[in-house]
């Protein structure tokens, strides 16, 4: 029995908040443009889903990013 993905409305109605290009940007506090070249280049391969032409964000795939990238010293390697 194969299990169908679910839709968007269950995504959301699941607590995974969705963000669009603009929303993920100000969560990040750079700009949409900035989203499109590291998505674009493949600069950070922060994830995001594609729906249409639309592009989306997981606050859940954004946040684990920040906490990736936190430093506890000075050091920038």
Do not use: C, H
């Not at 839709?7 to 959301?12: K, V």
């Not at 674009?40 to 391969?45: D, F, N």
């Amino acid at each position: 029995m194969s299990e169908s993905l679910p839709t968007l409305a269950e995504i959301i109605a699941s607590g995974r908040t969705l963000f669009n290009e603009n929303e993920a940007a100000a969560f990040l506090d750079t700009t949409a443009g900035t989203l499109q070249v590291w998505r674009s280049t493949g600069r950070y391969g922060i994830p995001f889903v594609k729906i249409g032409r639309s592009v989306r964000y997981k606050r859940a795939d954004l946040e684990a990013w920040i906490e990736s990238r936190t430093r506890s010293t000075g050091a920038t390697a």
